[in-house]
């Protein structure tokens, strides 16, 4: 587990190969994402390191329903009394309602490695059920943390939501709606096959998300992109369809 400062107010909490981030707001803190089942430990360790309490989150931010974001929710609300906020699609995963769904492994790797994925994520457990005390959608504006904007990104999952924190020219907080890491790519890319529900509805939201006007962004895999960031997305999708 490693915490650090991305820019000031947003800090990025690294549980292996996934990352939560935390956002400063006047009313506390804006936490993105809770990691793996027990994951809720390296994020309250993490922010004693960065002198602050899990206790102070007032709000987590669902980008999507899979276990490396999730796994750690329920632990978290416990700590926190948080309110918990996903689109209304990954919302019935999140608190046990609907089944989870895995992608129609079609192409030879992931018809291979898709079912092995699957297994190992049954292995881990599925994520305890959490309370979503707010469903958000597409164009909504939450009014915390100098504002935060709410993208619907379907493709990784139908429910999948990126935020656009608005202050200080814009962070994106992707999730997996891309990664960044030999360079930018959206997770329709080869290997997000095995994990990603609609390939197509990823392509397209990647290209959205170049639309939009950020100077930073940060991933759930990957490093952060720290200045001329929307412009990188805008040049990629140009070239190719949001593939590496």
Known sequence: ???????????????????????????????????????????????????????????????????????????????????????????????????????????????????????????GGEPEPAPVDVEVDEGQRLPFAGGIRVIHTPGHTRGHLSFLLERDGGTLLVGDAAVHLAGIRSSAGRAGEIVTEDMPAAARSFRRLGELDFEKAVFGHGEPILSGASERFRRKAGRGRGRS
Do not use: C
């Not at 490396?68 to 919302?91: E, F, K, N, Q």
């Open 1 to 123: 587990m490693k915490a650090t400062t991305v820019v000031p107010g947003v800090y990025r909490i690294k549980h292996g190969f996934v990352s939560s981030y935390v956002v400063e707001s006047d009313d506390g803190l804006v936490l993105v994402d809770t990691g793996e089942r027990k994951d809720d430990e390296d994020i309250a360790e993490g922010l004693r390191q960065l002198g602050r309490e899990a206790a102070q989150i007032r709000h987590i931010l669902v980008t999507h329903h899979h276990s490396d974001h999730v796994g750690g929710l329920a632990a978290m609300v416990r700590r926190t009394g948080a309110s918990v906020y996903a689109h209304p699609i990954d919302a019935g995963v999140v608190r046990g309602d609907t089944p989870r769904q895995w992608p129609q492994w079609e192409g030879i790797v992931a018809r291979v490695l898709g079912p092995l994925v699957a297994r190992m994520n049954a292995r």
